[in-house]
T-cell receptor, first 114, second 115 residues
Framework: SAVISQKPSRDICQRGTSLTIQCQVDSQVTMMFWYRQQPGQSLTLIATANQGSEATYESGFVIDKFPISRPNLTFSTLTVSNMSPEDSSIYLCSVEGVAGGIQYFGPGTRLTVT | KNQVEQSPQSLIILEGKNCTLQ??????????LRWYKQDTGRGPVSLTIMTFSENTKSNGRYTATLDADTKQSSLHITASQLSDSASYICVVSLSPNTGFQKLVFGTGTRLLVSP
């Protein structure tokens, strides 16, 4: 299994500012995933982050709004840029234990934009 | 369109009782089906994972079933405990053609176990 931590656990931010969320895994993983979970909704994949290459974004998500870094095999960051109240969500980091196997999720970062 | 639908949306049961949660999916090509438990304020935790050839899989008091012909799954919780209060999410995995499995998430069933 993989143990994932995220920082911050929650934050309240003002409109127009940016927030960087950190994700740390206790083992080396090839792929890391960033999800968004809006209130009362299911999880939506934002992007997949491979170490040493640019992140791959899902339809509806762009790099300018959600830049991602993946400097090594245990760490990634997601930035939510120029925030608006519609960005209020839980943001979750995830990794795949083995290819095609269980995905492990971090505890999430609860973001509120006022 | 790949979709996962769950029912009921929410459920309240008395402690000690059993319950069954339902999941219907229209996902192709299908790889596997997972059930996750998500406590409030936490990330989802895997309960079971089943491929199309598996009909049932248990994890303690949790038993998942899969009918790949009708594209239905259920999660049965036996002798419920207060700690079972959580959201239960059905997740279907698409067969990978990009090096990793793309997941389709249901909106979850919110279970409340009452003393």
């Amino acid at each position: 299994s993989a143990v994932i931590s995220q920082k911050p656990s929650r934050d309240i931010c003002q409109r127009g500012t940016s927030l960087t969320i950190q994700c740390q895994v206790d083992s080396q993983v090839t792929m890391m995933f960033w999800y968004r979970q809006q209130p009362g909704q299911s999880l939506t994949l934002i992007a997949t982050a491979n170490q040493g290459s640019e992140a791959t974004y899902e339809s509806g998500f762009v790099i300018d709004k959600f830049p991602i870094s993946r400097p090594n095999l245990t760490f990634s960051t997601l930035t939510v840029s120029n925030m608006s109240p519609e960005d209020s969500s839980i943001y979750l980091c995830s990794v795949e234990g083995v290819a095609g196997g269980i995905q492990y999720f971090g505890p999430g970062t609860r973001l509120t934009v006022t | 369109k790949n979709q996962v639908e769950q029912s009921p949306q929410s459920l309240i049961i008395l402690e000690g009782k059993n319950c069954t949660l339902q999941c219907n999916y229209t996902v192709s090509p299908f790889s596997n089906l997972r059930w996750y438990k998500q406590d409030t304020g936490r990330g989802p935790v895997s309960l079971t994972i089943m491929t199309f050839s598996e009909n049932t899989k248990s994890n303690g008091r949790y038993t998942a079933t899969l009918d790949a012909d009708t594209k239905q799954s259920s999660l049965h919780i036996t002798a419920s405990q207060l700690s079972d209060s959580a959201s239960y999410i059905c997740v279907v995995s698409l067969s990978p053609n990009t090096g990793f499995q793309k997941l389709v998430f249901g909106t979850g069933t919110r279970l409340l176990v009452s003393p």
